[in-house]
């Protein structure tokens, strides 16, 4: 079993920054590939950026390529998503994920979840 937990979250005027960070408990948390989704109001839960358990490998929606950065440590059991140059399209509850997949961009190949953290991005 992995408990997730996310942070960091807030307000921002569109333009700013916000670092996300995903601590990860319980057995062999290290081992799992962690990926963030996100889910505004009306939508549907979308797929945001993933790393594999080992940080050597990376993959990230198009929508935030080029601004959002995903990096973990493993000493930590944390996962981070530095959001650079948000935009109020990027307005939603952002959650963690963990799984035992490589690398994935679909939600039902992660096991655990966080409960989510609120990012607010005003124009």
């Known amino acids: 079993q992995v408990q997730l937990l996310e942070s960091g979250g807030g307000l921002v005027q569109a333009g700013g920054s916000l670092r996300l960070s995903c601590a990860a408990s319980?057995?062999?948390?290290?081992?799992?590939?962690m990926g963030w989704f996100r889910q505004a109001p009306g939508k549907e839960r979308e797929f945001v950026a993933a790393?594999?358990?080992?940080?050597?490998?990376?993959m990230s929606s198009d929508s935030v390529k080029g601004r959002f950065t995903i990096s973990r440590d493993n000493a930590k059991n944390t996962v981070y998503l530095q959001m650079d140059n948000l935009k109020p399209e990027d307005t939603a509850v952002y959650y963690c994920?963990?799984?035992?997949?490589?690398?994935?961009?679909?939600?039902?190949?992660?096991?655990?979840w966080g409960q989510g953290t609120q990012v607010t991005v005003s124009s």
């Open positions: 994920a963990a799984g035992v997949v490589a690398l994935g961009a679909r939600s039902n190949e992660y096991d655990y």
């Open positions: 319980g057995r062999t948390a290290s081992y799992y590939a």
């Open positions: 790393i594999s358990w080992s940080g050597g490998s990376t």
